[in-house]
Structure formats: structure tokens, C-alpha cells
């Protein structure tokens, strides 16, 4: 078998050694940006268990590799806003559907249309749903929770989301009211960048007693949102990491955007606090994206039913028990641009999965397949619970427009049956498959360790992004 792990021998200043988990063709590219360096500045870090982990889909982020995984000690590790991300819980909510694609023959191009103007998406563009910034305070305590008491979705919405679609220990007063400004008009819109509203089919089921237990069968319709915090969480992680330089000073650090404060101090706990209300706004936001697409799909589709299957966040710290070494400790496991993969038995699992494990969504880009996998025990022992959140990117945005051609892009997926809606033909560019690692490639090497292991296979038919 290939060798899908390649070690960093800790040297001077690193407190840990570090791991790539990568196919060697995709490590050769890796090698080629700053994400070995990142591994190893992140192993410098006050407290780091284990070993600092980047997974298939890595490639230079900031601070922390994005597809970087790294735990801490809670008494004597640290928290990084580096290792969470500016867009704190981006994170892809997967609905399951009783259509098949035979119900869209004919219909796709209207229904994109419609889909298209009725998901604000895009830089700049705002929400019709709008509250007041003491509903905005209830938002930050309780997420997704909120919107279901409010009237916009049914219990079983938040049942199927990670933290049940509300983080616990948020404290809406540690928000600026800089970013409660950046935030308030923006529930219920994906934004830009790499976030999307997907429409696929089931193309192939893996695993049929898994995919039983998901509620997905061949030929059905699902729906991928990916999208997160927005300009609220962005200032969240602007006000932490100024705070942290001011308090503890970045003279010490091997790179000065992993700005840090020990877990266990009133700083880090209140970075905590304020990182949990932002992640619950990300799982309001995509509560409400969830409204609005099922009043637009009974003007479509008067019969249709969409249901929760899972949301997974990534860009989030927890505290989570593992065992290391034979003991059980708590761990602050900070996860960028990757998402948790646990497997049968984990208490954080909704009961419905709990035999199976934890259903982990990977998108592939808008003109490949997307996964269903289900967690293994395994990645327990190899990355923190962790799997990966996507392909990853191998092409900067920088590059994607000087070499790609947004109309162009949209044209070669139109020829595979694939519609893509977007404002801006430049975002079309930035996104395009080419500028993605193969997601098989990276399913195959996530499968190969045993962090989680291929349920079903998605094939996109409308694409909607910024």
C-alpha cells in the first residue's frame, strides 16, 4: 500500500513532531507552500498533545495549515484564533429529500433561476430576514435552537446538527458590537468565496446498511449548504487575535498569526465564550438558508420534504476526552478547515447514528463528486476525531483568475449537465475544478487510514455560489 503518512521529525523549538497524511503525489505540491512550515510552527506551541496533524485536503492558511489539526492540553496548552479560522464554524449542512433527479428533467434551468434569486448570496448582499440586536443576543446564545422556537424549522432540524446547532458556554457580551454590526443583516446568505448552494443526485451508495441508517438511496436528491459566520464571525476573530497580541505579545512566537492565550485563562475562556455565540450564528444562518429553500421548493415541488441528515462545523475549537497514552484527558482540539469524524458509540452522536457512526460530508468542488462518509473508531487514535472537509485547494484565487475564465468554466459544466448561478463570472474563476486537489484522490487516502470510510458518492446538477 502507499504511504499516506509523512512524518516531521521535531527539531528545535517544536514541542511535538508532525504529521502529513497525503497520497505522495499531493505531497509533492504540498512541499511547495507553507503548509510544512505551518505544521512545524504550530508544533511549537505551548502545551500541543500528540502531534501536529495536516490532512489530505492541507494547503497554507492562516497560522495553521488549513486542513490542520492540533490539540491542547486544557491546564497548560493555548487557544489560537489561527487554528479556528476567520470564518468560525464555516460548515456544510446536508439535506436529504424525498425527489429523485427524474423529477428535475426539464425543470432545471427555471428552478436555478428561482433558486439563484431567492438565496442571497454574494459580497454585499443582504438578508430580507432581519432582527433586532436583542434577538441577535438570543441568536448568539442558542444558534440554530432559536430559529426552531422562533418558528423557522422543527426540532429535528437542530436534532442532526454537531452541538445540536447550539455550542454551549456562549456569552453574547464578549461580541463586539462592531462585529453584532457586521453580523446583523446577514442571517440567512452564503456569502462568497468557496460557500454554495448544491443540488446533487445519489450517484452511488458504498455502503447499503450505512446509507439505510442515513436515509439515502440511489437516485435521490440532496442538498449541500456550505457557508458559515460571515462578517461576524470575521470580527470576531480580528477582535481575539488584537487582544491576544496586546496581552501576551507575539516576540516568542515562530509566526505572529498564531497570536494565543492559555486555554485556561480569563482571555482564552472568553475567547472560547465569544467564539461558541459566533459559531451559533453560523448554525442560525444556515437554519434560516434552510427556510428559505423549502418555500422556494413548494412553489417547485409542492410535495417535496426536506429533512436534516447532518451538519458538520469546521473552523471550531472544542474541548473534547481522549485517550492519550492510556490516559484520559481533556483536549482543546482546535479544527481548520477540517471536521470532526467519530466513530460508532461517540455520546456526540445523534442516537440514529450512534451504531454507524457520524456521518461526515466531504464537497468536492462545484464541477466533481461530493462524499457521504460515516466516522471510524480509528480516527480517535490517528487525528482527534478529525477527518477532512474537503479537497483542498492546490491553486491560489490569485492564480485561478489569472489562468481560468469564469465563462468558460461555466460553459465545460454546462456540457456535463451541471448549472452554475453565480454574480460574478471572477468567483466562477476562483472556484473552478481545476483549482482543487482530485477529491477522490483524497477520499481514497482518508478511507486508506481509517478516519472514515465512503458511504455514498454525489453528483452536483445545480451550483449556486457568490
Known amino acids: 500500500m502507499e504511504n499516506y503518512r509523512h512524518d516531521i521529525v521535531k527539531e528545535a523549538g517544536m514541542n511535538v513532531p508532525g504529521i502529513v497524511y497525503s497520497s505522495e503525489e499531493d505531497y509533492e505540491e504540498i512541499?511547495?507552500?507553507k503548509t510544512i512550515e505551518?505544521?512545524?510552527?504550530?508544533?511549537?506551541?505551548?502545551?500541543?498533545i500528540g502531534e501536529s496533524i495536516a490532512l489530505p485536503d492541507c494547503h497554507r492558511g492562516y497560522g495553521f495549515p488549513i486542513g490542520g489539526v492540533a490539540a491542547f492540553d486544557i491546564k497548560k496548552g493555548v487557544i489560537s484564533p489561527g487554528g479556528v479560522g476567520y470564518d468560525i464554524n464555516c460548515g456544510v449542512l446536508l439535506l436529504k429529500t424525498n425527489l429523485s433527479i427524474k423529477d428535475f428533467k426539464g425543470k432545471e434551468e427555471v428552478f436555478a433561476e428561482a433558486m439563484n434569486k431567492k438565496i442571497p448570496s454574494g459580497v454585499g448582499r443582504g438578508s430580507p430576514f432581519q432582527i433586532t440586536y436583542k434577538e441577535l443576543d438570543e441568536v448568539l446564545k442558542k444558534g440554530a435552537k432559536y430559529m426552531v422556537e422562533k418558528g423557522y424549522g422543527i426540532p429535528d432540524d437542530y436534532i442532526y446538527c454537531e452541538e445540536e446547532g447550539c455550542m454551549p458556554g456562549a456569552d453574547s457580551s464578549l461580541v463586539s458590537q462592531k462585529a453584532k454590526k457586521r453580523g446583523i443583516g446577514q442571517l440567512g446568505t452564503i456569502g462568497a468565496g468557496n460557500h454554495f448552494l448544491d443540488f446533487l443526485s445519489v450517484e452511488k451508495i458504498f455502503d447499503p446498511d450505512v446509507a439505510k441508517v442515513y436515509g439515502l438511496k440511489k437516485s435521490q436528491v440532496v442538498i449541500l449548504i456550505h457557508c458559515g459566520s460571515r462578517g461576524l464571525g470575521h470580527q470576531v476573530a480580528s477582535d481575539y487575535i488584537k487582544k491576544m497580541e496586546d496581552e501576551y505579545g507575539i516576540e516568542n512566537l515562530p509566526d505572529r498569526e498564531l497570536a494565543a492565550a492559555p486555554v485556561d485563562s480569563k482571555l482564552g475562556r472568553?475567547?472560547?465564550?465569544?467564539?461558541?455565540?459566533?459559531?451559533?450564528?453560523a448554525f442560525a444562518n444556515k437554519q434560516i438558508l434552510l427556510y428559505f429553500l423549502r418555500e422556494e421548493m413548494k412553489n417547485h415541488f409542492p410535495e417535496a420534504k426536506i429533512e436534516v441528515l447532518y451538519e458538520v462545523c469546521h473552523n471550531i475549537a472544542k474541548i473534547e476526552e481522549y485517550s492519550v497514552n492510556g490516559r484520559k484527558m481533556k483536549l482543546c482540539v482546535h479544527r481548520k478547515g477540517a471536521t470532526r469524524s467519530y466513530g460508532p458509540g461517540r455520546k456526540e452522536i445523534p442516537k440514529k447514528y450512534k451504531s454507524v457512526g457520524q456521518p461526515v460530508i466531504i464537497p468536492g468542488s462545484m464541477g466533481t463528486a461530493s462524499y457521504v462518509l460515516a466516522g471510524e473508531k480509528r480516527s480517535e487514535d490517528l487525528t482527534f476525531g478529525s477527518s477532512v472537509h474537503g479537497a483542498g485547494r492546490k491553486m491560489s484565487r490569485s492564480n485561478a483568475v489569472r489562468t481560468l475564465k469564469g465563462e468558460s468554466t461555466?460553459?465545460?459544466?454546462?456540457?456535463?449537465?451541471?448549472i452554475v448561478k453565480s454574480g460574478s463570472s471572477r468567483l466562477?474563476?476562483?472556484?473552478?475544478?481545476?483549482?482543487?486537489?482530485d477529491i477522490e484522490g483524497v477520499v481514497k487516502v482518508v478511507e486508506a487510514l481509517g478516519i472514515s470510510k465512503k458511504v455514498a458518492k454525489l453528483k452536483p446538477f445545480i451550483v449556486i455560489i457568490g
Do not use: C, H, T, W
Open 428 to 437: 466562477i474563476a476562483e472556484e473552478s475544478p481545476e483549482v482543487y486537489k
Open 31 to 33: 512541499k511547495k507552500d
Open 38 to 48: 505551518q505544521v512545524k510552527n504550530v508544533a511549537k506551541l505551548p502545551g500541543i
Open 270 to 281: 472568553e475567547y472560547l465564550a465569544a467564539m461558541a455565540a459566533a459559531a451559533n450564528f
Open 410 to 418: 461555466r460553459k465545460k459544466l454546462l456540457e456535463k449537465n451541471i
